[in-house]
């Protein structure tokens, strides 16, 4: 097992270390179950030792036609695979000891079979709907991290984009099978088990994108907020958001804007990069010229302060808060209902939109075919685990608090010889509450899926 | 299923030739100039007829997805496909006179279940039948009398409820938030529909519908949308019946027709740039500085100095400019060295293999897919893998905010003034290509116009690229030279 020496047991490179992990700790029936929403486990036969206690009664398509993908340790990356149930994909990868695995969709036949089936013949039938969320999307506007740091400030911005996209996937799409999913190092994923989700087609795939994507255009463009759509010109001032996004706004000001963006992260502190891209933001040239000189004049006073004392600044209203009623005061002094304020008020909409509304990588949503790092997965470079996440208590959430691998197999030598033998190794350790909130997740899956059943039961007997 | 008695029926024909003659006398009936296609002929044509009438409808369908290549408006398509409709397939509403319209709508029905015969045999035959097939229902319905249209949209079921007064108020915030400004004042006379949204996609895309629960509340102007989704919709599955089916064809007559109108398809529209041109001499990876500085549409230059800059680029960067730069003529071996060498200052050798090679050896067809890719054209490059906040692909006159690009635009050429103007101008009213064309006449020369010669715009990066290459060869040296000082001078600038 993992041995004594702690340099080992910490790293998540090492092969030894992911193999006890795998063996001992991956929960793939929790797993199993949530992948083909059907139970693993026969009547009666016992679980762990003897081995076929995964294997389900008769192979579920939604298992043995599921593509898995494996990262190997020295990088090599292997695509296709498909087990007939968990006991194999277990094996497979306790014999491989994949860095990490990925899940893609369920195809038409098993992926395995690639290569002796027609070309083209492989067609992927169903997935569930997921989403991907990078903290490196925010590095434009975050100011305490950068790349593939995060840290429990800048995960703010995963808490607000959670909460916004939970809600519209909830609320307007009638999703109820949610699963949020922290990737380990510096995003989230999100799983959307509902039948419904699960029968998307690509086109539909990319419709739901469209309505929830706001954040666009690259590197080099500025103002990335373009939703109002319509007539493209300044006839008669700006149009209203769309609804699904003014509900959006209305969360994201009153919860997110001020603290996140004004308060902890001090968005608009410096000029570059900070309040010079404000500035840009504001349509009307009158407001932005005198905002501007009165910006740059109070940074150059700043700059001489700034040598007596830097500790006096924590104190005083933060910088980019002023910055922001500074703005505000301005618009309250354009006369109400001229095209003028229409188009500033907007303006400071798309701003908030722009700062805190969900940076999605759209290009993982929109193909069934897509690969996704499995859920209990260790990140390599921080041997963190893929736990699932609670989008009511996203806000609580420390990436930093989420066990390594390395502490979890620490857990289990703590406990040698004091263990229970019958119990789930992980159920010794901190991953307790992780898989439990899966298990938790898998009832309502099953319990959907029963009621489906029923229901087309029930139409067959009307029928007669 | 459907469509192999389309093709038992002219095979019936053809093989007992006396029948042919009686069984052809009967004229189907069409109370409707729209056709949803659900139901196949069930009447003998000859040998002739499937074909001559298969390839008229094709010369539409080709117009079609050459349209799209060269970027056309919805509104200038549907006027050429009316100008062609009328020579190749005409189809006249109920109140024309003189005409057969059972026999003009026959025509129509007939021909397109041939095509579909002979373009269900791949996903990518499929995908772009649909896709014309689709573009024609639609300017046909925009063309449709309305009132014709109102009684055939009553003749089918589309699963649609109407949403009651009730409702309608309780919504009407909603409702209201979601209706461009012009349709405001019909707000009380308007009719919603309720559907799942999964039959409105493309609404649902544009924020067109308000969404409950995964119902979709549809403005009654929009149901041109639901029609429209399931026409593809079924079309796509008729497709994919045909295709499992055909092989069971066991008809030699016409299979070598069935062949030809596919070849037909893919030769009329082509995609141009999916390999060298075979005449271009291949470049070497030590070339494309120079290159790039003289014969680059700005896309490209961008692309090129954030490589510089960065000695990185990201994923879909290296693409687009990746397979540019293949078409050109970079072989594989110049382009491993040339990433290699550009990625040198970050990326050591043993991680631009393991993270890099592949890829790019993919993008040649060399390992996985093995497919074929080719360079992405103008509108590959302006309405798909937009670029994400920190990638800096894609179109710049699209991408870019005005400020960038008109630094973009003087860092690069020097341009300015007038010239500088009439680009953003462009611009301004989103016509790209418009803008890149322009700048392309104005950094080579050209009069305003002619464009990429004879008043063609641009539609591909490579097209740019190889017309600028053409012109500094076909000058005398001496014109070459002169030209080239002059658009030196303007690169000095940065």
């Known amino acids: 097992m993992a041995g004594n020496d702690d340099a080992i047991a910490l790293d998540p490179k090492s092969p030894e270390v992911m193999t006890s992990f795998y063996q001992r700790l991956y929960p793939f029936k929790t797993v199993f179950t949530w992948l083909s929403h059907s139970v693993s486990n026969p009547g009666g036969t016992n679980d762990g030792t003897t081995g076929n206690g995964l294997s389900g009664r008769g192979p579920v398509p939604a298992w043995t036609h599921r593509e898995f993908a494996f990262t190997l340790q020295n990088d090599a990356y292997l695509r296709y695979l498909s087990f007939n149930d968990a006991d194999e994909l277990k094996k497979q990868v306790i014999k491989l000891v994949p860095q990490r ?62 909460t916004v996209l939970d809600r519209s996937l909830r609320r307007d799409f009638g999703f109820s099978l949610l699963l949020w999913v922290y990737s380990g190092r510096r995003g989230i994923h999100c799983w959307v088990s509902d039948e419904s989700a699960m029968q998307l087609t690509d086109d539909q795939r990319r419709a739901i994108m469209g309505w929830l994507e706001v954040i666009k255009g690259g590197k080099e463009m500025v103002k990335k907020v373009n939703v109002r759509g319509g007539r493209g010109d300044s006839a008669g001032g700006p149009l209203p958001l769309p609804p699904s996004l003014e509900e959006a706004l209305g969360i994201l000001s009153s919860e997110f804007f001020i603290p996140l963006i004004l308060q902890d992260q001090d968005v608009f502190r ?92 759209a290009e993982v949503s929109k193909h069934r075919n897509h690969l996704l790092k499995a859920p209990f997965c260790v990140h390599p470079g921080t041997g963190r685990v893929c736990v699932p996440v609670d989008p009511l208590r996203v806000n609580e959430f420390d990436p930093a608090k989420v066990p390594s691998v390395g502490q979890l197999l620490g857990e289990l030598d703590a406990l040698a010889g004091s263990a229970e033998v019958d119990e789930l190794d992980w159920e010794q350790t901190s991953m307790k509450p992780y898989v439990e909130m899966m298990e938790e997740h898998n009832r309502r899956i099953l319990q959907a899926s029963r009621e489906r059943k029923m229901m087309s039961e029930g139409r067959k007997d009307m029928s007669w | 299923m459907a469509a192999l008695t389309a093709r038992r029926a002219p095979v019936a024909s053809t093989s007992r030739a006396p029948i042919v003659q009686v069984e052809n006398h009967f004229q189907p009936h069409y109370p409707h100039r729209l056709n949803f296609y659900d139901k196949a002929p069930h009447f003998d044509v000859t ?42 397939l005409p189809l006249n509403s109920n109140t024309a006179v003189n005409i057969d319209h059972d026999e003009e709508r026959k025509r129509d029905h007939v021909s397109h279940f041939v095509l579909r015969l002979a373009f269900c045999r791949s996903e990518e035959l499929r995908r772009r ?24 949209l009553r003749s089918r079921d589309f699963g649609w409820i109407e949403v009651s007064e009730q409702e309608k108020s309780e919504l009407e915030p909603l409702l209201k938030a979601c209706t461009p400004p012009a349709f405001l004042k019909n707000f009380e006379s308007e009719r919603y529909y309720k559907v799942p949204w999964t039959r409105v996609p493309d609404l649902v895309e544009k924020r067109r519908a308000v969404l409950r629960a995964g119902t979709a509340y549809v403005a009654g102007r929009e149901q041109f949308s639901i029609v429209f ?85 990201k994923h879909q960067g290296r693409l687009q400019y990746g397979l540019f730069l293949k078409i ?86 020097g341009m300015s003034g007038q010239d500088l103007q009439e680009v953003m101008g462009s611009v301004k009213t989103q016509h790209f290509h418009v803008a890149c064309t322009r700048v392309f006449e104005l950094t080579h020369g050209v009069k305003k116009g002619e464009g990429l010669g004879g008043g063609e715009s641009v539609n591909h990066p490579n097209a740019y690229a190889q017309k600028s290459r053409e012109m500094e060869k076909a000058k005398s040296e001496a014109v070459a030279s002169a030209v080239r000082s002059g658009g030196d001078d303007a690169m000095n600038i940065d």
């Open chain 1, 101 to 162: 695995f990925e899940v893609g969709a369920i195809y038409n036949a098993k992926p395995r079979d690639k290569k002796t089936l027609p070309p083209g013949r492989l067609q992927p039938t169903r997935r569930e709907l997921v989403f991907d969320i990078d903290m490196t999307d925010y590095d434009s506007i975050r100011q305490c991290c950068s790349g593939g740091a995060v840290c429990k400030r800048c995960w703010g911005f995963i808490a607000a984009a959670v």
């Open chain 2, 229 to 313: 989704q399931q026409f593809q919709a079924d079309l796509e599955k008729a497709l994919e019946m045909t295709a499992r089916a055909l092989p069971r064809l066991d008809e030699d007559r016409l299979t070598p027709i069935l062949d030809h109108l596919a070849q037909g398809f893919t030769l009329g529209i082509s995609s141009e740039y999916s390999s060298a041109p075979e005449n271009g001499e291949s470049i070497t990876a030590d070339m494309i500085d120079d290159l790039a500085r003289k014969h680059f549409p700005l896309c490209m230059r961008m692309l090129h100095s954030n490589l510089r800059e960065d000695s990185h680029l």
């Open chain 2, 129 to 152: 039948f649909i896709k014309a097939e689709g573009t024609l229902f639609k300017v046909r319905w925009e063309t449709d009398d309305s009132k014709e249209r109102v009684e055939w």
């Open chain 1, 270 to 361: 410096k000029r570059k990069e900070g309040w010079d891209v404000l500035l840009d933001l504001i349509p009307d040239k009158e407001v932005r010229s005198r905002l501007e000189s009165k910006w740059a004049a109070q940074a150059e006073i700043e700059m001489e302060d700034d040598d007596d004392d830097e500790e006096t600044q924590s104190n005083e209203v933060r910088k980019s808060e002023k910055k922001w009623e500074d703005l505000k005061k301005e618009i309250k002094g354009v006369p109400k209902g001229t095209p003028r304020r229409q188009a500033l008020t907007a303006a400071m909409e798309d701003i908030v939109l722009q700062y805190t509304y969900p940076r999605i990588d």
């Open chain 2, 47 to 88: 040998l002739e007829q499937f074909e001559s009438y298969a390839l008229n409808r094709l010369r539409i369908l080709a117009e079609i997805e050459s349209s799209f290549m060269r970027n056309r408006s919805h509104d200038d398509l549907r006027t050429i496909i009316n100008t062609q409709q009328k020579k190749y």
């Open chain 2, 328 to 413: 050109i003529g970079l072989s594989i071996e110049e382009a491993l060295a040339f990433w290699k060498q550009a990625f040198s200052k970050k990326i050591n050798d043993e991680k631009f293999r393991k993270e890099y090679e592949y890829n790019i050896k993919h993008s040649y067809g060399l390992v996985g897919k093995m497919a074929n890719y080719p360079a992405r054209s103008c509108q590959t490059i302006l309405t798909t893998f937009l670029p994400g906040t920190n990638e800096s692909h894609g179109c710049p006159y699209r991408q870019y905010s005005e400020d960038n690009l008109r630094t973009a635009l003087q860092k690069t050429w």
